[in-house]
T-cell receptor
């Protein structure tokens, strides 16, 4: 099945810093989503981005489907950005399930 | 504008008991997915259902686990004779249809602890 790798696994930032999280996938996809799991365990939808670029406030994402990667940018980070960021993909092979990466754990210190 | 609802949020069961987890999809959504998250890991797909139909159960353990999404009422994930290894967070997601055009939205999860 499709493999999803996220990097880095852990990231520690000072408040105000910028960061880039990466998601590589091993096969063609027709859906890609980014999620933020907050310290209380809730999964928040950030982006639905099978291709192209989207922006939402301080966050933006780019997916280059032909090169099988996606990037999540966080600018001017805040302590509330702390948590785990997951990338999840649907393989173009037909299954409706999302396959998740192992996540990037972000800690933003004041 | 209610999102995906799951209950209970926390569930404690002794080994050998049954656990029933409930999920109500977002309004207008007719497709439900269950995922399991073990501690310090990503989410793993378990099962995909539409009303009265199981579409894909390739991620479900072969024994003790079952799921349903009846015509009326929430989707149920049932775990019989729970063991300590079943302790995890169980997330439900829903989408408008099963096509690639629609994203999945997740509920708050049910945290199952088996003692």
């Amino acid at each position: 099945g499709i493999q999803v790798e996220q990097s880095p696994p852990d990231l520690i930032l000072q408040e105000g810093a910028n960061s880039t999280l990466r998601c590589n996938f091993s096969d063609s996809v027709n859906n890609l989503q980014w999620f933020h799991q907050n310290p209380w365990g809730q999964l928040i939808n950030l982006f639905y981005i099978p291709s192209g670029t989207k922006q939402n406030g301080r966050l933006s994402a780019t997916t280059v489907a032909t090169e099988r990667y996606s990037l999540l940018y966080i600018s001017s980070s805040q302590t509330t950005d702390s948590g785990v960021y997951f990338c999840a993909v649907k393989s173009a092979g037909g299954s409706e399930k999302l396959v998740f990466g192992k996540g990037t754990k972000l800690t933003v210190n004041p | 504008n209610a999102g995906v609802m799951q209950n209970p949020r926390h569930l404690v069961r002794r080994r050998g008991q049954e656990a029933r987890l409930r999920c109500s999809p977002m309004k207008g959504h007719s497709h439900v997915y269950w995922y399991r998250q073990l501690p310090e890991e990503g989410l793993k797909f378990m099962v995909y259902l539409q009303k009265e139909n199981i579409i894909d159960e390739s991620g479900m353990p072969k024994e003790r686990f079952s799921a349903e999404f009846p015509k009326e009422g929430p989707s149920i994930l049932r775990i019989q004779q729970v063991v300590r290894g079943d302790s995890a967070a169980y997330f439900c997601a829903s989408s408008r249809t099963g096509t690639v055009l629609y994203e999945q939205y997740f509920g708050p999860g049910t945290r199952l602890t088996v003692t």
